[in-house]
């Protein structure tokens, strides 16, 4: 008969435990990362802002000898906007590539940069949001539990389509139903301009245009493009009404607790495909009104400067000059120069 086996007591137990290498205990796969993060964007992965993410996840794993590593969520896949703000905000999601405007719901002063009719060019948005006005934004923002860690990305200047009539003055807008994100600043600029606005989220656009809960919706070439909004609506009036970027969040307790070697090259690498998206929303933007028009939708001519007389008949400009602050204001108006 086999002598039976030796019944160990519990501190034997855990004295032999404790004499182990600590990497017995504790082990992780070779190719596993130090650092995995979850990256969530509400675009279709075709779009740039996509594309130039993923590139600057390549190299960030590679400049950190793979101890980091950005999985990649597009086109609303962990929630809507909102949704993913309040993920980003409580540390589910680590980073996110958030609208100035929709950030304007939580950091009211983000949606200064889609004041309406502020910037006339890039030249403009670029000398305002990398200069004073942005690093004002940013230091709003880490007011939260929340950060930027790159410069602005493009989402363009946005344009008003339509399934019905089409605009080509302030006037053509009285009572006309259009989709806005949930931004304050854009519902507001709306009903100065006397249409019907309705906030809607992104990923519920497409259907309510098909359905018509709204006739149109406002939003840059790239995105009606991407989103082949072009299927549901007519025409897409070039108003350029305003100019509206992507901030790439993260959580401010998750981040701020990485390496800083770490930090420096997560924000390095995103600023790299940050200026890289910028050149490539430029080049798209000027191919795409062929390439919609292929598609069949019209180009009315548009008078921007009709929009602007009527904005400044109406309080807009005082009401959101209020909001924002005097501080945030006179950085906007060294730039876009005296509004209202």
Known sequence: MANPRPVLSRRAVLARAAALPLFSIVTRPADAAEFDLKYATGQDPAHPVNVRAKEAFARI????????NIRHFPANQLGSDTDLLAQVRNGSVELFNLSSLVLATFVPVSGITSVGFAFKNYDDVWKAMDGDLGNHI????????????????????RHITSSTREIKSAADLKGFKVRVPAAPSLTSLFKALEAAPSPINFNEVYTALQTKVVEGQENPLAIISTARLYEVQKSCSLTGHVWDGYWVLANKRIFQRLPEDIQQIISRELDRSA???????AKLSSNLIADLKGKGISFPKVSQDDFREHLARTPFYAEWKAKYGATAWELLEQVSGKLG
């Open 61 to 68: 794993r590679e400049a950190t000898s793979g101890r980091v």
């Open 138 to 157: 940013r230091a709003e923002i880490a007011k939260r539990p929340i950060l930027t860690v790159s410069k602005i990305w493009d989402n363009g200047f």
């Open 275 to 281: 200026n890289d998206q910028r050149a490539d929303i």
